[in-house]
DNA sequence: ACGTGTTCAGACAGCGCTGTCAAACCAAGG
DNA sequence: CCTTGGTTTGACAGCGCTGTCTGAACACGT
């Protein structure tokens, strides 16, 4: 049998083809006893609605658009970074019977610009949300709001944009990893910043002051190293860090990779971890918890973040006006074996 | 200004919608000089077909629907694999203009079935990927075929089977992986099964098998202990092994997840990997190039593979016969520091 | 000149749904 | 009874393309 259309449901329920779609799209203005006819036939046809023909007619797809930079690409095996975002917006999806369309790409690109329209024009999707660091670069951003797409960015908006956009509240979660080494008798708590064009990646730098001063440590300038987000980078920081004659009894690098950067290196160095070093990353990436020791990390709610992004994206066209223009969902400090008791000095 | 439509490029220039129709399509049968007239009307107007449309009037969408069962659904952190598979089919997508749909979904959901033909009779792809485990379970493929969409699946297919499916060539390269262990000396390789519901994981036994046939080695029951594919079921075929008197010099495991289990259980007892005792694995997950020390592996063409099948899927229509209706992409060795000579005994 | 076969182009009818608008219906009040 | 205003339903015209079919143009042999 070939697969049944809205006119043989509305042949069968005795009803004009309209009014099944009322009826599909829970539209209101239809009486409950019509309703329970057309769903009647609904059911005893098997009906589902052709979503092309729908996507024609009503000048719209169900689709979400999910752009990020892809991380294996080159070499930074943080696929537990784009799972999470795939299954928060999956999840936003699902609930709203859309699809996801996944579009991972190079940020190096230099016609990613071009290819993102391409993408975009092609597939139509109701909305886009776009993953850091693509949605720090502002040709990117530019380029699909030339589309006219609806756009939700995965990080800190800036306060006076109307762009839309869901982000974690890296400075505050930041602060309060600081205090917490410092609670633990931490004087010397070195940073190691991450890649500077990383908005977010920033805000950790912040909340590290923030933290310090909360905790009544003064600042050091020598205990700041500028790493780039790089494992390798995270070495020659900690290297230097470790060397010195009066070296940090803690590290906090602004992303896990750098992190464990640092626990290789003290352990290279015979530094005991967390005896007499503490260590701290961000990002709670899947090697956090296979490392010796365990690291304490910061767990991004990543997962939530994108399934907010998307479901600020499907409820737009429904009106349910946004009040912020920007949302924050807070991260949680993952509390592990690397950190510990400052030693006795 | 409003989106062009065929129409538009139809006007100016000066041709019908169909022809304009046939340059978009590669259609052949348009004179030279018409075509390049309509592709300079496409790039003046900036002309980008609608897929919608095109979807619904050809009655198919350019959709490969990638279908996979959801590891971290249930806390097995090989997001590796699905990353791969998903850039495997992208690549292939991307080729051929198609867009990809991901659907991870949870192999021990019993609505599996009704789940998965609303998604396809919704979204209607034009082919269906689907991996394993889900590609050896008879309910799901047959709810897949009853739907009429082609279908490859990402696991062995049986000879008999009209079924088109891709595979990597697990027997021969655990043989290849048996036989090298019996190059380092090892007389005594055991070997931890899979999952027995696993087809794939099935045949790396059978390999296991014919490897030491082939280094003329006997083989022993109890070298053979049953795992079930988790790092636990690894933790404790591996105490069994290497608690014996005569344990093993060598552990060959179906899967890394089990490999690396065996490292961790050799470091407890402080047996030295590869001093004392040789490990090897399967996969190729992304840990085995993290633990110390590095894991002697098998990797499969995920990426390939899944590109293959998406490939198979998109030149199906093209009438580009499908010569056999099983495509073998072969593994290769990934020799790293879990693995050497045997000690002399 | 004519037929014959082949290549190229256009007319037209949908694909299956939704948006618009108007008609029918209904309840309440005069 | 009729009006009024709200609710419920239906007729109809597309949405922007592709498939089919028919016609025009052209090449070639007779």
């Given at each position: 049998?070939?697969?049944a259309?809205?006119d043989d449901?509305?042949?069968?329920?005795g009803?004009?083809?309209?009014?099944?779609?009322?009826?599909v799209?829970?539209e209101?203005?239809?009486?409950?006893?019509?309703?329970?006819?057309?769903?009647?036939?609904?059911?005893?046809?098997?009906y589902?609605?052709?979503?092309?023909?729908?996507?024609?007619?009503?000048?719209?797809?169900r689709?979400i658009?999910?752009?990020?930079?892809?991380?294996s690409?080159?070499?930074i095996?943080?696929?537990?970074?784009?799972?999470?975002?795939?299954?928060?917006?999956?999840?936003?999806?699902?609930?709203?019977?859309?699809?996801l369309?996944?579009?991972?790409?190079?940020?190096?690109?230099?016609?990613?610009?071009?290819?993102?329209?391409?993408?975009?024009?092609?597939?139509?999707?109701?909305?886009?949300?776009?993953?850091?660091?693509?949605?720090?670069m502002?040709?990117?951003?530019?380029?699909?709001?030339?589309?006219?797409?609806?756009?939700?960015?995965?990080?800190?908006?800036?306060?006076?944009?109307?762009?839309?956009?869901?982000?974690?509240?890296?400075?505050?979660?930041?602060?309060?990893?600081?205090?917490?080494?410092?609670?633990?008798?931490?004087?010397?708590?070195?940073?190691i910043?991450?890649h500077?064009?990383?908005?977010?990646?920033?805000?950790?730098?912040?909340?590290?002051?923030?933290?310090?001063?909360?905790?009544?440590?003064?600042?050091s300038?020598?205990?700041?190293?500028?790493?780039?987000?790089?494992?390798d980078?995270?070495?020659?920081?900690?290297?230097?860090l470790?060397?010195?004659?009066r070296?940090?009894?803690?590290?906090?690098?602004?992303?896990?990779?750098?992190?464990?950067a640092?626990?290789?290196?003290?352990?290279?160095?015979?530094?005991?971890?967390?005896?007499?070093?503490?260590?701290?990353?961000?990002?709670?990436?899947?090697?956090?918890?296979?490392?010796?020791?365990?690291?304490?990390?910061?767990?991004?709610?990543?997962s939530?973040?994108?399934e907010?992004a998307?479901t600020l994206?499907?409820?737009?066209?429904?009106?349910?006006?946004?009040?912020?223009?920007?949302?924050?969902i807070?991260?949680?400090l993952?509390?592990?074996?690397?950190t510990g008791?400052a030693?006795?000095?």
């Open positions: 049998m070939p697969k259309t809205i449901v509305a042949n069968l329920a009803v004009s083809m309209k009014t099944v779609s009322r009826v799209n829970k209101p203005n239809v009486r409950e006893s019509t309703r329970i006819k057309v769903e009647e036939a609904i059911a005893r046809l098997n589902r609605p052709n979503q092309s023909a729908r996507n024609l007619a009503s000048q719209r797809t689709l658009g999910l752009i990020y930079d892809d991380p690409a080159y070499e095996p943080s696929a537990g970074y784009v799972i999470n975002m795939q299954q928060g917006t999956l999840r936003a999806c699902r609930k709203a019977h859309y699809e369309l996944i579009h991972p790409c190079n940020y190096r690109n230099n016609n990613l610009g071009e290819e993102l329209s391409e993408l975009i024009e092609q597939a139509r999707p109701a909305g886009i949300v776009l993953a850091a660091p693509l949605s720090n502002p040709k990117v951003v530019k380029a699909i709001e030339s589309t006219k797409t609806p756009l939700v960015c995965l990080s800190p908006g800036k306060a006076d944009s109307q762009r839309l956009s869901v982000a974690t509240n890296d400075r505050e979660i930041c602060a309060e990893m600081t205090r917490y080494l410092a609670s633990l008798g931490h004087k010397r708590i070195a940073f910043t991450g500077p064009s990383h908005k977010a990646v920033a805000n950790r730098y912040l909340g590290y002051l923030d933290g310090l001063r909360q905790s009544g440590l003064k600042f300038e020598r205990l700041v190293l500028n790493g780039d987000n790089s494992f980078s995270g070495v020659i920081c900690s290297e230097k470790l060397k010195r004659k070296a940090p009894t803690a590290i906090f690098a602004a992303n896990d990779d750098m992190a464990v640092a626990i290789r290196v003290a352990d290279q160095l015979g530094i005991d971890v967390p005896g007499q070093l503490s260590i701290a990353g961000f990002d709670d990436i899947s090697l956090a918890r296979q490392i010796f020791p365990t690291l304490t990390t910061i767990r991004q709610p990543l939530r973040m994108s907010q998307a994206l499907i409820n737009e066209r429904n009106d349910k006006v946004v009040a912020a223009n920007s949302v924050t807070p991260a949680s993952q509390i592990r074996d690397s008791p030693r006795d000095q």
